[in-house]
């Protein structure tokens, strides 16, 4: 199993406190200059945004360096990192790993492994597409 790496990130915006609205870590800051840990890939994206966000320690300057990675398990159980540009593709063309990668990362939803491609599709279509509103009839 793989440790799970952390990097401490500064906050240098001009905000009194601010909620990671960008890489999806939950971490708040309580201003400039207060650190928290997030992971390598919230770190990654978190720096996308200068202004906002600054690497408390310089050493940890490459292991943030490159793309963005998702981790994928394919049929074998296996798991490996892949670019998140490969998930950027249309949801046809994916594979079952990368569909279910998309799924997690991009709308927070698991799909069970053992679904057909066609299931995992038709799970992300509805989810994309979000919920139907009620009737006036189902409300009352």
């Known amino acids: 199993m793989t440790a799970i790496v952390l990097i401490a990130l500064e906050y240098v915006g001009k905000k009194p406190w601010t909620l ?4 999806g870590s939950g971490k708040a800051w309580n201003g400039p200059g207060d650190v928290q840990e997030v992971t390598v890939n919230q770190a990654r994206r978190l720096l996308k ?5 600054a690497l408390a320690n310089p050493e940890d300057a490459e ?7 998702v981790q994928v398990t394919h049929p074998s159980g296996e798991t490996s990192e892949v670019p998140a540009a ?19 990362t991009e709308l927070k939803l698991e799909l069970a492994p053992n679904l057909s491609k066609k299931a995992m599709i038709d ?16 409300v009352a």
């Open 20 to 23: 990671d609205n960008v890489a």
């Open 49 to 53: 945004h200068p202004d906002q966000w």
């Open 63 to 69: 292991l943030v360096d490159g793309e963005v990675t």
């Open 86 to 104: 490969v998930l950027k593709k249309p949801i046809e063309k994916m594979s079952k790993p990368e569909l279910a990668a998309y799924a997690l």
């Open 123 to 138: 799970a992300i279509e509805e989810a994309i597409k979000g919920a139907e509103p009620m009737t006036e009839d189902e």
